[in-house]
T-cell receptor, first 111, second 115 residues
Framework: GIQVEQSPPDLILQEGANSTLRCNFSDSVNNLQWFHQNPWGQLINLFYIPSGTKQNGRLSATTVATERYSLLYISSSQTTDSGVYFCAAVNSGGSNYKLTFGKGTLLTVNP | DTEVTQTPKHLVMGMTNKKSLKCEQHMGHRAMYWYKQKAKKPPELMFVYSYEKLSINESVPSRFSPECPNSSLLNLHLHALQPEDSALYLC??????????????FGPGTRLTVL
């Protein structure tokens, strides 16, 4: 099956700093999602981005499908941005249901 | 409304108990999923229902029994669980797995503790 790798595994920032999270995937995808898991366990949808660039407020994401990676940018970080960020992908050659998650990036934003 | 609801939020059960987790969505989605998430790990797929039929069982032990009574509801029946089954159980739904757009939306989860 598809492999999804995220980096860095951990990231500590001061409030107001910018950051870039990376997601590499091993095969072509027809679904790529970024999630933020809050301390209570809720997975919040950030982006559905199998290709191209999207922006939502302080967050933006870019997926370069031909090079098999996606980037999540967080600007002017806030303490509420803390939590685990997951990238997850569906292999276009496999089941359309099976979302494979990376191991996540644990982000801590200090005041 | 992109909401998936799950009940209960927390559940503590003994190894001989029978309990059920419930999941509901009113987005008209035709695929529903159960995931299991252990601490500090990513979610792992357990089951997928598509158009109310079981499509994927990721070799889950029979002590977990899924049920999809209708297109809006998904249950997970639990029986004779082991302490290692303690985890966060997440439900998700997506619009139409046959289409090119198949974004999954997750519920808040049920945190299960097996004593």
């Amino acid at each position: 099956g598809i492999q999804v790798e995220q980096s860095p595994p951990d990231l500590i920032l001061q409030e107001g700093a910018n950051s870039t999270l990376r997601c590499n995937f091993s095969d072509s995808v027809n679904n790529l999602q970024w999630f933020h898991q809050n301390p209570w366990g809720q997975l919040i949808n950030l982006f559905y981005i199998p290709s191209g660039t999207k922006q939502n407020g302080r967050l933006s994401a870019t997926t370069v499908a031909t090079e098999r990676y996606s980037l999540l940018y967080i600007s002017s970080s806030q303490t509420t941005d803390s939590g685990v960020y997951f990238c997850a992908a569906v292999n276009s050659g496999g089941s359309n249901y099976k979302l494979t998650f990376g191991k996540g990036t644990l982000l801590t934003v200090n005041p | 409304d992109t909401e998936v609801t799950q009940t209960p939020k927390h559940l503590v059960m003994g190894m001989t108990n029978k309990k059920s987790l419930k999941c509901e969505q009113h987005m008209g989605h035709r695929a529903m999923y159960w995931y299991k998430q252990k601490a500090k790990k990513p979610p792992e797929l357990m089951f997928v229902y598509s158009y109310e039929k079981l499509s994927i069982n990721e070799s889950v032990p029979s002590r977990f029994s899924p049920e999809c009574p209708n297109s809006s509801l998904l249950n997970l029946h639990l029986h004779a669980l082991q302490p290692e089954d303690s985890a966060l159980y997440l439900c998700a739904s997506s619009q139409d797995p046959g289409s090119s757009y198949n974004e999954q939306f997750f519920g808040p989860g049920t945190r299960l503790t097996v004593l």
